[in-house]
């Protein structure tokens, strides 16, 4: 879609009577909105119009509906969409243009924005019940307060340590600040404080911009803390997740996408491709639970090695139906029950139950008929050694191409989870902020010791989708060879940018270097400019509907729960969904390659990983990472008297009920706003 296109005058035409109340209420709305935009109103002035239409729609019989309208709107509204209503009536809104945006106006108030959501989240009864924990004292629990470095006495030290001739500093650095990682695990506790170290980890997560939420998947957390003073005060945390699995600028990098893969391949044709088709299909196939479908009498095991179009079929319309069933029969609570019930010794039982579920047997069944499919096209062209003749037969038919492209997914669906990682939070807190120690903890997240961990903690872990989809034990690999993250803003990323270091420093080769890739901007699309409240009406909205379906936010049902949930409920409305979901907030998109061979591992093509850093002795890597830290970053930042003022700022001392110090949680019901930590972060 052109940018052009994305900004024409969209219709938003809800399914109101002409002459009914909802449709005027509609109607005025936006031409209050339409007002507010043009005055340069505020989100609060915005708010405001939407309360006044709510009061108004208690008179409104179907107010689901227009509630749920009302709140699309208004959400637009609070993003600068322009709102205006025609001379037929005809309500219209346009995104806005990105030369209509000035960067750090929109980067303000897409920070005050999330500041919002995260204030409604502070203002719950259990986070402020959280908060009040953590900084108490309780016999030998400190309070988290002790934590927290004084700025006053750190800025103090690096002064002195700016006396020192530049050969002598980075020694004497080390003496003010050495890091080291801690990694949170299960209720383990700090031998300081005696805090949960996931308390700790989670405190100061709520200094961040943005809402805390928890994710699916695999997700590892670490803290990056200071052994120089007492109480070894934390520097910053950081998190990895499993990754999202549609981002097509990363995938295009990756080389993971159709029309690039099928150019390198049809240029390259080679016999090797050949054998990577029939493995993949072969493993595929074979990891796939089959009793149930044998006994209902969709398929015969010779149908697995001579598959016929009527078979996949016949596979392709049980997969529907019981895709159908699942949405309308799944209850949410009882499948997470199901999924976090101990299971002890064999899990097989367990994986047989999970498989046998509508969801998994739909997801079965169409996967199979793919693979089955791919397998009828592969046999036409290939036998089981592959000739580079027979591939280039293979690529030239409209039938292999298609075939190509399926077992890449399949390739693509095996490792994403599993070899790659997302960074979903990393940076520093106060004080440590102001000296860039956002740049040392983003390294540290890319660091051989942190490879270690992610491979020690889901060495041996059954997979999820494919235990389920096997209706056995299934356990991936747990090499992870990339990671990527995005900025939270579009107009660049200080913490990321020009982040890369030797490899030669942790064990690489010569002219190797572990660095954070800049390698595209995000689609600007998705759900973020949607507030929960919005979320909520829609979703109110679709259950009522006469075909509604209930959408369930359970892993292995697909990607992104909350995408879907506004999709159905745009529909509902007759709203346009697609041209609506075009936020406009491009983010840059990072990588950080963390093997040699990074794109034929994730491929499945080579089965180890050659890793760019060395992992025999993972925390002299992160020796190095913070010695490079200092000498590139923390040097020359101390220099600077207006950054150690700043640094001086933040301070232990009490003003009331806190402390005047950056990284201490203020909740939202004080007057003082709470300081803004982080220059950028990646969420």
């Known amino acids: 879609m052109s940018l052009q296109a994305q900004n024409n005058w969209v219709v938003l035409s809800p399914p109101f009577a002409e002459r009914s109340l909802a449709r ?22 915005i708010d405001c119009g939407l309360e006044a239409a709510r009061s108004a729609v208690q008179k409104e019989e179907r107010s689901t509906n227009l509630l749920a309208a009302l709140s699309v709107l208004s959400d637009l509204a609070r993003q600068r969409w322009l709102v205006r209503v025609t001379d037929t009536g005809e309500v219209q809104v346009q995104r806005p243009a990105a030369e209509r945006l000035d960067p750090l106006r929109e980067k303000a108030r897409i920070r005050s924005q999330e500041l919002v959501k995260r204030n409604e989240q502070l203002r719950e009864p259990a986070s402020r019940m959280f908060i009040g924990s953590m900084v108490s004292q309780r016999g030998l629990q400190l309070s988290v307060y ?76 670490f803290i990056v803390r200071d052994r120089s003073q007492p109480n070894h005060p ?22 993971w996408c159709p029309e690039a893969f099928m150019d390198f391949v049809t240029e390259s044709p ?52 019981q895709r159908e069933k699942h949405h309308r029969f799944v209850s949410s609570p009882e499948m997470k029950r199901d999924l976090r019930r101990e299971r002890s010794g064999d899990s097989s039982e367990h994986w047989r139950t999970r498989a046998e579920s509508h969801l998994y ?30 591939v280039r037969r293979l690529l030239a038919n409209p039938d292999g191409t298609r075939m190509v492209k399926t077992v890449l997914r399949k390739a693509k669906a095996d490792r994403v989870g599993i070899a790659m990682a997302d960074i979903t939070v990393c940076g520093a807190i106060a004080p440590y902020s102001p000296l860039l120690g956002g740049k040392l ?12 961990a992610y491979q020690r903690k889901y060495l041996g872990q059954e ?57 595209g901007r995000s689609g600007a699309y998705g759900t973020s400019h949607f507030t929960t409240s919005t979320v909520d009406a829609l979703v109110k909205l679709v259950q009522q509907s006469n075909n509604g379906q209930r959408v369930n936010n359970i892993f292995g049902e697909g990607v992104s729960p909350k995408l879907r949930k506004l999709r159905d409920g745009l529909d509902q409305l007759n709203f346009p969904a697609d041209a609506l ?14 093997a040699r061979n990074l794109r034929e591992y994730l491929l499945g093509m080579d089965e180890a990983p050659d890793y760019i850093s060395a992992l025999d002795d993972p925390r002299e890597g992160t020796e190095a990472i913070s010695a490079w830290w200092m000498e590139r970053w923390l040097d020359h930042r101390i220099e600077s008297d207006t950054v150690l003022d700043e640094v001086a700022r933040h301070t232990t001392v009490r003003d009331g009920r806190y402390l005047l110090h950056g990284a201490c949680v203020r909740l939202p019901e004080t007057e003082e706003a709470q300081p803004m930590l982080f220059d950028d972060l990646a969420y």
């Not at 047997?361 to 003749?389: F, G, H, Q």
């Open 441 to 452: 903890v983003s390294m540290l997240a890319a660091s051989p010791e942190v490879v270690d």
């Open 234 to 255: 934390v520097i910053g945390i950081g998190a990895l997740g499993s990754p999202i699995v549609q981002i097509r600028e990363r995938d295009a990098w990756l080389g």
């Open 270 to 321: 080679s016999a090797e491709l050949g054998v990577w088709l029939n493995k993949t299909i072969d493993t595929a196939i074979g990891e796939i639970y089959v009793a149930d479908l044998y006994a209902e009498e969709l398929l015969t095991a010779r149908d697995l090695h001579a598959p016929s179009v009527e078979v996949i079929g016949r596979l392709n319309a049980y997969g529907e139906k």
């Open 581 to 594: 979901l075009q936020h406009g907030r491009a983010r840059i998109v990072y990588g950080v390659p963390l």
């Open 361 to 390: 047997k739909s997801k079965r069944a169409l996967s199979l008929a793919d693979m089955l499919r791919s397998r009828m096209v592969l046999k036409c062209y290939l036998s089981p050694s592959p000739t580079i003749e027979a």
């Open 463 to 519: 997979s999820e989708i494919a235990s389920s989809m096997a209706g056995r034990p299934i356990v991936r690999p747990s090499e992870l060879v990339f990671l990527g993250t995005t900025s939270l803003y579009g107009i660049g990323s200080s913490q990321y940018n020009r982040l890369r270091m030797s490899a030669e420093l942790i064990g690489g080769r010569p002219g190797e270097r572990l660095e954070y890739v800049e390698i």
């Open 146 to 221: 002790g934590l927290l470095r004084d700025g006053r006495e750190l800025a103090a030290s690096l002064r002195e340590v700016r006396r020192f001739p530049r050969v002598e500093r980075l020694v004497a650095l080390r003496d003010v600040i050495d890091p080291y990682l801690q990694f949170v695990e299960g209720d383990e506790r700090c031998e300081h404080t005696h805090l949960r170290l996931q308390d700790i980890w989670r405190y100061f997560r709520h200094t961040w911009t943005n809402q805390y939420a928890s994710t699916p998947g695999r997700t590892m957390s």
């Open 24 to 45: 005027r209420l509609f109607r005025e709305h936006a031409q209050r909105l339409a007002a507010l935009i043009e005055q340069g109103a505020d989100d609060a002035e």
